[in-house]
């Protein structure tokens, strides 16, 4: 287990980001630019080579080249789930809410959870592109179904056709988003390999090992309990005493679990053991939305092993 020395919390806004090094209560501020950063990691630049730990949040993209210029100096960095920093702040009674709290706050949880933290590690710049892409294509996808809603009954001619024009123009982007997917995992020989791997399970085809690919860079580099709890597919108990709660599944990464209810639905239908196993849970009594998410489950923990088998060849070819 790594030994740090220095914990530094830091708040990220749009404009500006504030840094606090625990015990400290001096609290700074930045603005979030090349040259903010530039002048943030030259002033910690002694505590941040000392064993230093950096704790922020995902704050909708406005890390990312805060994160991009600590990972590239090596800094060890932590991005915490708001969630559990957001309750961590809540233990301690702590009502107020600034910029200059939850640095101060960062930095705490950072000395208390260093042991269970993980450190953040930049994928690779076609890692990011794919992700960028699939993220656009089901915001894309989200306005071509409102919009095709919108043409069944249109109020006047000039509705109708504005939606047609619309909905041929997303279309269009669509496509151009697909056929730049493609590329990108076209030209990289462990992409390829991945997604081969991806489609030989029965329920995912090109598009789902696609979006598997682009927005769980994870998979084959955790284990199957981990994957699972990443997702949202880990049922979580509810036990109290003698009485034993209804177990269910929540949170996880934003549309993952959508894509494997897909394939469970395809796989059920399937001529394979994965419809056996449908079939099976089904047949003792469990609810078809029950079955079909631990086939869903069942399909990432495959695609999770099958993945994996790419990693450690490439690894051993290394």
């Given amino acids: 287990m790594t030994v740090y020395t220095n914990f530094i919390g830091i708040d990220i806004g749009k404009f500006e980001f504030f840094t606090n090094i625990y015990p400290d209560r001096q609290v700074n501020c930045y603005e979030n630019t090349q040259e903010g950063i530039k002048k943030f990691l030259q002033k910690h630049k002694e505590p941040l080579s000392e064993q230093g730990l950096c704790v922020l949040e995902s704050t909708g993209g406005y890390e990312m080249e805060l994160l991009t210029a600590l990972c590239d100096q ?6 915490a789930d708001g969630y559990q920093v957001k309750h961590f702040i809540r233990s ?3 009502q107020a809410k600034t910029d200059k709290v939850d640095a101060k706050a960062l930095a705490l949880y950072g000395y208390e ?19 960028e892409f699939a993220t656009r294509r089901r915001e894309l996808t989200t306005l071509l179904v409102a919009e095709k809603n919108r043409l069944q009954a249109p109020k006047t001619r ?8 619309l909905i041929q123009t997303i279309e269009s982007e669509l496509r151009q988003i697909e056929s730049e997917m493609e590329q ?5 020989e462990r992409l390829k390999a991945k997604q081969k791997a991806l489609k030989s399970i029965p329920g ?33 108990a509810n036990d109290s005493g003698k009485r034993l709660g209804y177990r269910s599944t929540g949170y996880g990464r934003a549309g993952v679990k959508p894509l494997l ?5 395809a796989a059920g239908n399937s001529h394979s053991s994965l419809k056996a196993f449908y079939e099976e849970l089904v047949a003792k009594g469990k609810p078809k939305k029950v079955a079909l998410i631990a086939l869903a489950r069942k399909i990432l923990v495959i695609a999770n092993a099958r993945v994996k088998e790419v990693v450690t060849q490439e690894i051993s070819e290394k």
């Fill in 113 to 131: 959870r260093h042991a269970t933290l993980t450190c953040f590690h930049l994928v690779s710049e076609k890692q990011l592109m794919l992700c």
């Fill in 74 to 79: 090596a800094h060890t960095v932590h991005r």
């Fill in 158 to 165: 000039w509705t109708k056709d504005s939606c047609q024009t």
């Fill in 261 to 265: 209810f897909i394939a469970a639905m």
């Fill in 184 to 188: 990108i995992i076209n030209q990289d």
């Fill in 204 to 236: 995912i085809g090109e598009k789902i090992s696609k979006d598997l690919l682009a927005m769980l860079p994870e998979l084959g580099r955790i284990d199957r309990r981990k994957i699972a709890a990443l997702v949202g597919l880990a049922p979580r």
């Fill in 92 to 94: 301690y009674r702590k």
